[in-house]
DNA sequence: ATGTCATCAACTTGATGA
């Protein structure tokens, strides 16, 4: 009988990979995740820094892009195998936001979604339009038999209690009625939000802006999620926001999130 | 309207995205 393995799974944009290195490997090497997905790199290819982050104890897969955006899958004492760079559906988006590889036996999907601003435009159209291609992606994963996880900075606010003042927030693109629509809908295909299901009614941030002291005064945003399939779900054990790092100098306006989950034991042949 | 921070292009400051 195999033993049950329970692993950390972690979302962290880090707002300028470069920048914010000393952050990344502080962070890494204190909560020792197993599988990090990182968003906005904002560093082209050639500029991540795979030898400090091997260095780190950490194999990892980067889809770059020169000033903004960008996405990266680390594992812990592991090189992650790719299965996809870039979500099908629009041929001629060449914005780095989604990686899709399998490491420490799960497949995990991470992403950037378009953060939409300002809206209405061309720009929140091009975000519902991802959210769509995301969703019809999305569909395709979760009813596979091993665990899947759809992990990152979602640009979305699922609910009014998951923003310090949603009045101040109304005429953003977060949390436009369309936008928590395509979050609905996604996870109606059977995926469960994991901070929102082990924190239940209690509120947890995990971005706070860089004005008005918000992050010492705690008036945040969530924003980062971790989505997972029903085989995974079943394992959840734990969540967190390492709230710590942005209250750090010179942070990223993200903090990392993260669940704990066992995964199943492999199933034997008949 | 404002607030702050990172990046880039083109020069020490401004435009852009978030």
Redesign the pocket.
């Known amino acids: 009988m195999a033993r049950a393995r329970s692993l950390t799974l972690a979302t962290f944009?880090v707002?300028?990979?470069?920048?914010?290195l000393p952050h990344l490997l502080d962070w890494l090497a204190e909560a020792q995740p197993d599988i990090v997905a990182l968003q906005?790199l904002?560093?082209?290819d050639a500029?991540f820094p795979a030898a400090a982050i091997e260095a780190a104890g950490y194999g990892a897969l980067w889809h770059g892009q020169?000033?903004?955006?960008g996405v990266a899958l680390l594992a812990r004492d592991a090189v992650p195998v790719e299965s996809r760079r870039g979500l099908p559906g629009e041929p001629k988006d060449t914005q780095a936001r989604y990686l899709e590889a399998a490491a420490h036996g799960l497949v995990v999907g991470a992403l950037y979604l378009?953060?939409?601003?300002p809206q209405p435009g061309p720009?929140f159209d091009y975000k519902l339009r991802w959210m769509a291609r995301l969703a019809r992606h999305a569909r395709s994963l979760v009813d596979l038999p091993h665990p899947v996880a759809l992990i990152g900075?979602f640009?979305v606010i699922p609910e009014d209690r998951d923003v310090y003042d949603p009045k101040?927030w109304k005429r953003d693109a977060l949390i436009q009625p369309e936008v928590r629509a395509a979050w609905e809908e996604l996870l109606a295909q059977g995926w469960t939000d994991a901070l929102r299901e082990v924190f239940e009614d209690e509120v947890v941030y995990t971005f706070w802006?860089?004005?008005?002291?918000h992050a010492e005064r705690d008036r945040g945003l969530r924003l980062d999620h971790l989505l997972l399939n029903p085989v995974l779900a079943e394992g959840l054990q734990e969540v967190g926001v390492d709230r710590w790092v942005r209250l750090q100098d010179?942070?990223?306006?993200h903090a990392p999130t993260w669940a704990r989950v066992r995964l199943p034991t492999t199933r034997r042949r008949a």
């Open positions: 944009n707002n300028g990979i470069n920048s914010r906005e904002k560093a082209a500029a020169a000033s903004w955006n378009p953060n939409g601003n720009k900075d640009n101040a802006d860089y004005f008005r002291r010179k942070a990223s306006d």
